[in-house]
């Protein structure tokens, strides 16, 4: 292909602002069809109920604004290659969530190169109907976008798995420029003064997509002799997430292990709360953890931010990035997972 060939199938910076403005407007407002993959997620994946379904499309549309999207295209990070080779760029998707993966796809379009998408078993209606109607807002796209059973002919590799596939992941693509992505959850510190409006968000971060997020809170870090009462009350909102029977599972299984083990914790009926210092606590299960000042648990989370995705808090932590009280899952186009910035590596 010569080089003036090739400029002509670069999409402008200016043109994919406005494909993917368009393509969020799309998703505020779904075709029948799309409101039927939303409705029958479920029937492929237990956990992608309609309402879990459709908060992953609604966040989706609120990141593809025009005026963030254009602050991002702002960036030279995210300018599109036109005298650099267009690559081909493996993706493995993960599927713990609805259109987790659609972050990592709408860089690599973004960036001008060529998306090579293996579906997770878990996620494999919803992603390929949005990318479509991308393609019917702008055919130009088409050319960026193969799906793959198995991935060959790479240039480039973003692989998203558990810490065991990672080390897989490690081995399998060393030879090529990659981000390999392990198991990291959210943490979120407390000081006692929160409101109940504040603890009410906080539910969100935590049972949103039913904890099965990096980005969901999986552990809290409270002041010594912390009062839960305030807490518990603030949640109760959330009660109606124990009639899904694999969470309902879940929480009866480790119930059951804390009663045989004779492990000291609090239960509301829905969730459990443990005393402990491992960050990733099983599903159902929050564990909790306390400090004595701000400035040591700064550093203790400064020491384990490579386990981390997001720390919330409405206090300020010494050079730490905090996410408020029921943004975890509201990223927006520039909160990179892992904190590595994906359009700079592509």
């Not at 409705?39 to 593809?64: D, G, H, R, V």
Request: aromatic share 12%; hydrophobic share 40%; net charge negative.
């Amino acid at each position: 292909m010569n080089l003036f060939s090739l400029m002509n199938t670069i999409l402008t910076p200016k043109k994919r602002i406005d494909v993917f403005a368009k393509l969020g407007e799309f998703l505020q407002n779904p075709d029948e069809q799309l409101r039927d993959l939303i409705q029958n997620a479920k029937q492929y994946n237990a956990w992608f109920t309609p309402e879990s379904t459709a908060k992953a499309i609604a966040s989706i549309s609120k990141m593809l604004n025009r005026e963030d999207l254009e602050r991002w295209m702002e960036d030279k990070n995210s300018q599109p290659t036109t005298l650099n080779p267009q690559l081909k760029v493996g993706l493995i998707l993960a599927g713990n969530i609805p259109l987790v993966g659609f972050h990592d796809i709408l860089c690599v379009l973004a960036s001008g190169h060529i998306a090579l998408i293996k579906l997770s078993s878990q996620d494999q209606q919803l992603i390929p109907y949005i990318l479509k109607k991308l393609v019917e807002i702008e055919p130009g796209f088409d050319r960026q976008i193969q799906y793959i059973d198995r991935l060959r002919d790479f240039d480039a590799v973003i692989a998203t798995g558990s810490n065991n596939t990672s080390r897989y992941f490690e081995y399998y693509f060393n030879r090529v420029p990659h981000i390999i992505r392990k198991n990291r959850n959210s943490v979120a510190v407390l000081t006692g003064n929160e409101t109940i409006q504040q603890l009410k968000a906080l539910g969100h971060d935590i049972f949103d997509y039913y904890g099965l997020g990096c980005r969901n809170v999986s552990k809290l870090y409270v002041p010594i002799d912390y009062n839960f009462n305030l807490f518990f009350e603030a949640v109760e909102e959330f009660k109606g997430i124990i009639d899904h029977h694999k969470y309902n599972n879940n929480y009866d299984y480790n119930k059951s292990i804390f009663l045989v083990n004779l492990d000291k914790h609090l239960d509301n009926g829905f969730l459990l709360l443990k005393k402990d210092d491992r960050l990733a606590s099983p599903l159902a299960v929050l564990y909790y953890e306390e400090y004595s000042d701000l400035i040591s648990l700064s550093k203790s989370l400064l020491e384990k931010s490579d386990q981390i995705q997001c720390v919330v808090s409405n206090k300020f932590l010494p050079d730490i990035d905090v996410v408020n009280f029921g943004q975890t899952q509201q990223p927006q186009l520039w909160d990179y997972a892992d904190g590595v910035n994906t359009m700079k590596f592509l």
